[in-house]
């Protein structure tokens, strides 16, 4: 079942820029990870953050989580070509699985 | 440096051949999932095994079956290939707590012609 739903589902930008992408999903969480998928590769994993959390920083990424709204936010700053890949969000929730949004394709402009 | 090898980065096989995918991990982790990707869906889990002999099935596990005889590997098995199961097979493992990420493997693009 998928629960998270990206916001944009693609996003062209030009290098230096910075990216924010958008995620929302409909049921509590234990906590959301954010995912990054290079062309026909698997997923590396970016950063995460508990419910208990409202921000979280790593490097260049900034990562903003509303339980309220069940909303998330990852932003780029100081966007780069090797940014160029999709995003996804992932909800943690009491069980096994990871639940996963449609993804965010961002491409960054040279 | 944490790793989940899948073993086949491209595969095509013909319609109603039985596909393996293997998957083996080397982090010890007890969880391990398969799911395919297909354009605009996202990933959809098909089977995920919390231990060794133990699976579930996910949210699309028709057409397929899995196999975890040992911890570290984790097979799927597609007993008879349709056109319709051409995909990217994504193999992922998680360990204890279950809040920590998961990690991949590179995918495998599977074609069934």
């Known amino acids: 079942s998928q629960q998270g739903e990206e916001d944009p589902q693609a996003l062209s930008i030009q290098e230096g820029e910075n990216a924010t992408m958008n995620c929302s999903y409909k049921t509590s969480i234990n906590n959301l990870q954010w995912y990054r998928q290079n062309s026909g590769r698997g997923l590396v994993h970016l950063i995460l953050?508990?419910?208990n959390e409202r921000e979280k920083h790593s490097g260049r990424l900034r990562v903003t989580l509303d339980t309220s709204k069940k909303s998330s936010s990852l932003l780029i700053t100081a966007s780069r070509a090797a940014d160029t890949a999709s995003y996804f969000c992932?909800?943690?929730?009491?069980?096994?699985?990871?639940?996963w949004g449609a993804g965010t394709k961002l491409i960054i402009k040279p | 440096d944490v790793k989940v090898t899948q073993s086949s980065r491209y595969l095509v096989k013909r319609t109603g051949e039985k596909v393996f995918l293997e998957c083996v991990q080397d982090m010890d982790h007890e969880n391990m999932f398969w799911y395919r990707q297909d354009p605009g869906l996202g990933l959809r889990l098909i089977y995920f095994s919390y231990d060794v002999k133990m699976k579930e099935k996910g949210d699309i596990p028709e057409g397929y079956s899995v196999s975890r005889e040992k911890k570290e590997r984790f097979s799927l098995i597609l007993e008879s290939a349709s056109t319709n199961q051409t995909s990217m097979y994504l193999c992922?493992?998680?360990?204890?707590?279950?809040?920590?990420?998961?990690?991949f493997g590179q995918g495998t693009r599977l074609t069934v012609v």
């Open positions: 953050i508990r419910s």
């Open positions: 992922a493992s998680r360990g204890q707590p279950l809040n920590t990420e998961a990690f």
């Open positions: 992932a909800t943690d929730h009491s069980n096994y699985q990871l639940i």
